[in-house]
């Protein structure tokens, strides 16, 4: 399985990795090699096979709709890098 | 024999009878990490006086003679992945080098509802993603049989400090043979239970459809006192099952007459160490001399479960990994030029090769066109596995493997190449894809006295036969009450 590094990099793009060319280069080939291993599905018959998410029966899970007290906000923001006005405070958005 | 190498029951018994108090054990514990975690290094945190504290509540509860549980002050350590509140949780990574949880994994509470103590938070491999804690972002941990060597992983914290007598017991998380493969290098016991059985609540994901927590103990009655305080229905988390939890303790036995074993020929494979092959064979003679009966099975599918799992985990993983963002805890990398720079530096900062490497498998596999040939047609092979199973267990009650097909390997001797890594865990993954329980027990040494581990398995839901098989096995062996010599 080839992967090229415009794969990588595109993939570094939707995972939020800024990803420095060594890693980009190791990761092309390490990808390759992995991804040459789990080719071997390929020769298994699949069609008409259910695929498993999950091994229990999925279930919808109804409870009562009752307000129930969450943790206070201060405990939430304890550990934010950077909070202000009781809320997660975030660089720049827009460029 | 000194206190820190008991038991669970056996120090149960000791604070029944007030030969000893849970403070004396709680600091004869402290005292033993201080003498021996410096060469074994499984706890990235030690929380001394919170032990301490800990440990004189659970005294209170004995003297008041009311409601003492099985784990009432008996000292034990928790892999860095369970949410614990006010003590720091790092996952063994640098992105959560900062965090203080401020609430427990429900696991945590039912363990404190217990009063047990806990004395600190193991080492793993970061986010739980190796086999051998050569992933942590801190140190490795090293193996107490033999220190050149790995102590597996990514349980591997937990398993030395209890193979070293650093603890009582303690609770690890399996997604692929977590649990297990590190119990069988250190000459453990360790527990993976039915996908569901325990509650995930504030367990740091990793791969949501495969993680589940178990015990690490030094002998099977322990695991089947963990379990009774960890398994049960939990309304925050809506995949626990909500099946009733009986007494594991009551389903030790030792009767196995009757039980029909299987044993699948796929395990037993070229590359399987000798000593291994012949340890799990002799196991197989002792359970039939008991009266149990042996039945070749074949799970045909064995060979790509490998492949399944390192698609199915790093996909899960790619996503579940998403809410390491430096916004809301954690790493947050300095000097970003704007919120999706932050982000990307934060993550590229903060995560290390390995799990980078899976963020990135699993993203690339499931992004636009791929999505077919990898998640879905791995999904569905995961689908023919478990029937696998199924099948199977229609001829047996039982399944009985080695864990691992070799022992404890060298530090630095597979970290070159993640593939050789992933294929450790090559006994271990098809029961984390199939939900099903599994134990893995000490079933001898090798020459080079190395632990070697049996694994179990059993139908969903069915630990207590799995647990039935280990005791009557355990009872009539005495590997499980050998020590390492640290």
Redesign the interface.
């Known amino acids: 399985m080839a992967?090229t590094k415009r794969?990588?990099e595109?993939?570094?793009k939707?995972?939020?990795?800024?990803?420095?060319q060594e890693?980009t280069e190791l990761?092309a080939s390490?990808?390759a090699?992995?991804?040459t291993?789990?080719e071997?599905?390929?020769a298994?018959d699949?069609k008409g096979?259910?695929?498993?998410?999950?091994?229990?029966s999925p279930k919808t899970?109804f409870?009562k709709d009752e307000a129930k007290p969450s943790?206070p906000q201060d405990?939430?923001l304890?550990?934010?890098?950077?909070k202000a006005k009781g809320c997660?405070k975030?660089?720049?958005?827009i460029? | 024999m000194e206190l820190y190498n008991l038991t669970i029951h056996e120090l149960h018994d000791k604070l029944k009878k007030k030969e000893a108090s849970s403070l004396e054990l709680t600091e004869a514990f402290l005292k033993r990490i201080d003498a021996v975690d410096g060469k074994i290094k499984a706890f990235i945190t030690v929380i001394k006086e919170d032990a301490i504290k800990q440990a004189k509540e659970a005294d209170k509860r004995i003297s008041s003679g009311k409601d003492i549980t099985p784990l009432t002050g008996v000292p034990i350590s928790v892999k860095d992945i369970f949410c614990t509140k006010g003590i720091l949780t790092t996952c063994a990574s640098k992105i959560l080098n900062?965090?203080?949880p401020?609430?427990d994994a429900t696991v945590i509470k039912k363990l404190k509802d217990a009063s047990t103590v806990i004395l600190g938070k193991n080492n793993m491999d970061e986010f739980a993603m190796g086999s051998s804690t050569e992933n942590s972002a801190f140190f490795t941990t090293k193996n107490p049989w033999d220190v050149e060597r790995v102590p597996g992983g990514s349980s591997g914290g937990s398993a030395a400090s209890v193979a070293a007598g650093e603890c009582t017991a303690s609770i690890g998380t399996d997604t692929g043979g977590s649990i297990r493969q590190p119990a069988s290098c250190c000459g453990i016991v360790g527990l993976k239970p039915t996908?569901?059985r325990i509650s995930r609540y504030g367990i740091i994901a990793f791969a949501s459809?495969l993680d589940q927590a178990g015990p690490l103990t030094k002998d099977v009655t322990d695991s089947a006192i963990m379990l009774n305080i960890m398994a049960g229905r939990d309304?925050q988390d809506?995949?626990s099952?909500d099946a009733p939890v009986p007494d594991y303790t009551k389903a030790l036995t030792k009767d196995v007459k009757g039980l029909k074993i299987g044993i699948p020929k796929e395990y037993f494979i070229q590359g399987l160490d000798k000593d291994i092959e012949k340890a799990v064979k002799d196991a197989i003679e002792v359970l039939k001399k008991q009266g149990a009966s042996v039945v070749d099975i074949s799970l045909p599918?064995t060979?790509?479960a490998?492949?399944?799992y390192?698609?199915v985990a790093t996909a899960e993983a790619?996503s579940n990994l998403?809410r390491f963002?430096?916004?809301?805890?954690?790493?947050?990398a300095k000097d970003?030029?704007?919120?999706?720079?932050?982000?990307?530096?934060t993550?590229?900062e903060g995560?290390g090769?390995e799990v980078?490497?899976r963020?990135?498998?699993g993203?690339?596999?499931l992004?636009a066109g791929y999505y077919d040939?990898?998640y879905?047609?791995?999904?569905?092979?995961?689908?023919?596995i478990?029937r696998d199973f199924e099948e199977a267990f229609k001829k047996c009650d039982v399944i009985l493997t080695p864990t691992a097909p070799t022992p404890a390997f060298k530090i630095g001797e597979k970290t070159a190449d993640?593939?050789t890594m992933?294929l450790s865990d090559i006994f271990t993954i098809s029961c984390n894809?199939?939900?099903i329980p599994g134990i893995s027990i000490p079933c001898g040494f090798t020459k080079d006295n190395l632990p070697i581990g049996l694994q179990i398995l059993g139908k969903?839901l069915d630990e207590e036969t799995v647990l039935k098989t280990a005791f009557a096995y355990e009872q009539a062996t005495d590997w499980h009450k050998r020590r390492a010599g640290v």
């Not at chain 1, 939707?14 to 420095?20: E, G, I, N, Q, V």
């Not at chain 1, 975030?90 to 958005?93: F, S, W």
């Open positions: 992967i794969d990588v595109h993939a570094a939707l995972a939020r990795l800024a990803l420095s890693e990761y390490q990808m090699k992995i991804l291993h789990v071997k599905l390929g298994l699949t096979i259910e695929p498993t998410s999950y091994t229990i899970i409870r943790l405990e939430i304890s550990n934010a890098p950077e997660f975030v660089p720049r958005i460029e | 900062n965090f203080v401020p609430y996908y569901g459809s309304p809506s995949t099952i599918h060979d790509y490998i492949a399944v390192y698609l790619s998403a963002d430096g916004v809301k805890y954690g790493h947050r970003a030029g704007g919120l999706m720079d932050m982000y990307c530096k993550r590229d995560f090769p980078k490497r963020i990135m498998l993203t690339y596999s992004s040939a990898y879905k047609k791995a999904s569905q092979v995961r689908t023919l478990k993640p593939l992933y894809l199939a939900g969903p």
